[in-house]
């Protein structure tokens, strides 16, 4: 890991070139956030204090963003405050297509270079035209280290070209990781993946710190209007829980900015997305204000239930047992 990559402690303040935040403001709108109003909730969130973007190219809105990140600059905010990571998309990871995709996102944002560049999954899911990502298409593959470490590869290269000063990887996991570390001549600076207090991923995230890679976590509040929630424990999400809720209301604060505190407070970086600008500058604060006692923080470590909300990107295949294989999957294919 890069000395670059450490936290600061106030993403308020003018941060030294290439240090990340310890909040991030997430670009992924879905379907209900349009493009454009994407790109406005990011300018305010500049005007609140926000530094770190997180971007893919797969969002359908880094044009967009692009447009804010340049009205960002023209206000006085220097380049170097800034930073951006964008991600390669899992059809692009043949090498000359990631080099491709990097430079594409780069246009679009319209940036010399990207703080960070993600492996946005680890599995090389080659579509056909038409096909939505989410399906189970027939023509996706499954993980293969000897493929992944040629997308690596290209990683680096964009590296040593000074296209991104940090490569990546996102939803990765530890026997995933274990053969990227051995074989890889630079490791990742970051690992991007789900944690939020019902799935908290504890024992991939202290491999990550054993391992000085740093944790961004997205859907740091449990995604409460996600429909494909897993309610199995109980009919609560992350923001009903009832340890966080009595948290809340000792602090007399929100749900949200519980989470937002256990999440800085434990060692990652949270990136919550919200266009409502009462919302992200409540979120900034959240991080910045009133920390959780160490007993509060071992209260909510007590309740994570393994649950899991991001499951639609990942693709099964002909032989695929079932999904779990696919996840867990150390780089060979499933008898």
């Known amino acids: 890991m890069t000395d670059s990559i450490a936290p600061t402690t106030a993403p308020r303040r003018a941060m030294p070139q290439g240090a990340m935040p310890i909040i991030g403001m997430g670009t992924f709108g879905s379907d209900h ?5 994407m790109a406005e909730a990011t300018i305010g969130a500049a005007e609140a204090g926000y530094r770190h973007f997180d971007c893919a190219e797969v969002y359908g809105n880094e044009f967009e963003i692009g447009r804010s990140l340049e009205a960002m ?3 006085g905010i220097p380049r170097e405050e800034l930073w951006i990571n964008s991600k390669v998309w899992n059809n692009h990871h ?16 319209r940036l010399d270079y990207l703080d960070l560049y993600l492996v ?14 989410d399906s189970r298409s027939p023509d996706s593959r499954p ?7 040629k997308t690596w590869e290209a990683m680096e290269s964009l590296l040593a070209r000074g296209l991104v000063r940090n490569i990546g990887v996102s939803n990765m996991t530890i026997p995933k990781l274990k053969l990227l570390l051995a074989d890889a001549s630079i490791k990742p600076a970051c690992n991007e993946m789900e944690i939020h207090p019902h799935f908290q991923q504890a024992e991939l995230f ?12 997205y859907c740091p509040l449990g995604s409460p209007s996600r429909p494909e929630r897993d309610r199995t424990a109980d009919d609560t999400s992350d923001l009903e829980d009832p340890t966080i809720v009595s948290i809340a209301q000792a602090h007399d604060t929100h749900p949200t900015a519980v989470c937002l505190k256990w999440a800085a407070q434990r060692g990652q ?3 919550p997305m919200s ?12 991080i910045l204000e009133d920390p959780l006692t160490d007993s509060e923080m071992k209260a909510i470590s007590k309740i994570d239930r393994n649950c899991r909300l991001i499951k639609g990107q990942v693709f099964l295949w002909q032989g695929a047992r079932n999904w779990e294989d696919l996840w867990d999957l150390d780089g060979s294919i499933p008898s």
């Open 73 to 75: 600059q023209a206000g």
């Open 143 to 149: 993980y293969s280290h000897l493929e992944f470490m």
């Open 275 to 286: 266009k409502n600008p009462s919302n992200y500058r409540a979120n900034l604060r959240a």
């Open 33 to 37: 956030v349009s493009p454009e109003e």
């Open 269 to 271: 970086i949270p990136i």
């Open 120 to 133: 946005h999954w680890p599995f090389p899911n080659f579509h056909p035209p038409g096909c939505s990502v």
């Open 206 to 217: 202290s491999f990550l710190q054993s391992h000085e890679i740093v944790p961004i976590g």
């Open 94 to 109: 043949a090498p000359q297509d990631t080099i491709s995709a990097c430079e594409r996102s780069l246009e679009n944002l």
